[in-house]
């Protein structure tokens, strides 16, 4: 299986959201070929451990559909994977390089403008990752201070609507991706990271000094995760909705679940120990894809 990356100045994106519909399931059958993005650094969700396959509750989602879609289309289908930022993981899907995005991507009505969401897997929200010698407890201590977060996501534009709200004075910068933005905080270039926060105790799992550092500040708000594919393509939408709601009726998402968030994870064996949120365990009931406002 090939693993494969690209960069911005590669895309070519959509002219018209409109342009991009397209019928996943025949694309996938005339060509015999499926790509499913990744996340380098979205752990325990989407991850390279350098194993040559994406790791995480969402990589293993993303095999089992396209498991399915092999069985759906009766024939040989190579499966490639390509490794996608928050930047670039729309616009790849919408121009048809990637076929599914399973990784952490909130759903929210504005992304829905775009591109279709599958049943939610997961729920988070903003927090801070700090050195535990930064002093840093919560968002009042960021004032007239320099923090990082990554370029495209919705933590971004929470923090600066905060900044501007609580009057904070903050300097935001920004990493490509959820590893160079923690790496801005462990050069000292930031004092605290700004992301969901189950992605920041995955960053806290793959460190060279777990202990050194620490998730502190209150949840500014709670956002769903979901597998992100084109619009209008209502097909593949209820083929992606049938793998993931067939796993949650199941008892196979809780397994998985387990396996992810309750037991030791590569590549550090280090266990994130976080029981199921009473939002997540209710969506395995609703099998809900609603976004947040």
């Excluded at 194993?51 to 024939?75: M, Q, Y």
């Excluded at 010698?133 to 923090?147: E, P, R």
């Excluded at 990082?148 to 923090?159: E, H, K, P, Y």
């Excluded at 960053?203 to 619009?231: H, N």
Aim: proline share 4%; net charge positive; hydrophobic share 40%.
């Amino acid at each position: 299986m090939q693993l494969k990356k690209i960069t911005v100045a590669a895309l070519m994106a959509c002219a018209a959201a409109g342009a991009c519909a397209e019928d996943t399931l025949k694309k996938i059958a005339d060509s015999g070929k499926m790509t499913l993005a990744f996340r380098e650094s979205s752990v325990p969700f989407s991850y390279d451990a350098g194993t040559g396959k994406p790791l995480g509750l969402a990589a293993e989602i993303s095999d089992a559909v396209a498991a399915e879609v092999k069985r759906t289309v009766g024939k040989p289908v190579e499966v490639s994977y390509q490794a996608v930022t928050s930047a670039n993981r729309i616009p790849l899907l919408m121009n048809g390089t990637v076929d599914l995005e399973c990784g952490s991507t909130t759903n929210n009505s504005t992304r829905g403008k775009d591109v279709q969401f599958a049943i939610n897997h997961f729920y988070t929200g903003t927090r801070l990752l700090t050195k535990k010698t930064s002093g840093i407890q919560n968002y009042a201590d960021l004032a007239h201070k320099t923090i990082s977060t990554t370029t495209g996501t919705t933590n971004a534009q929470v923090m600066r609507k905060y900044n501007q709200d609580k009057n904070l004075d903050m300097n935001i910068i920004f990493g490509k991706d959820h590893s160079d933005s923690m790496l801005l905080v462990d050069a000292d270039r930031a004092v605290a990271f700004a992301m969901d926060d189950v992605l920041l105790f995955g960053l806290i799992a793959t460190a060279k000094t777990p202990a050194a550092w620490a998730v502190v500040g209150d949840s500014l708000q709670v956002e769903p995760y979901g597998c992100m594919l084109r619009k209008d393509d209502p097909k593949f939408q209820a083929l992606v909705n049938k793998v993931i709601g067939g796993m949650m009726k199941s008892g196979e998402f809780e397994r998985l679940y387990n396996k992810w968030f309750m037991s030791p994870i590569p590549p550090n064996n280090i266990n994130l120990n976080l029981p199921m949120s009473p939002d997540l365990r209710q969506n395995l009931k609703d099998l809900s894809d609603k976004p947040a406002t």
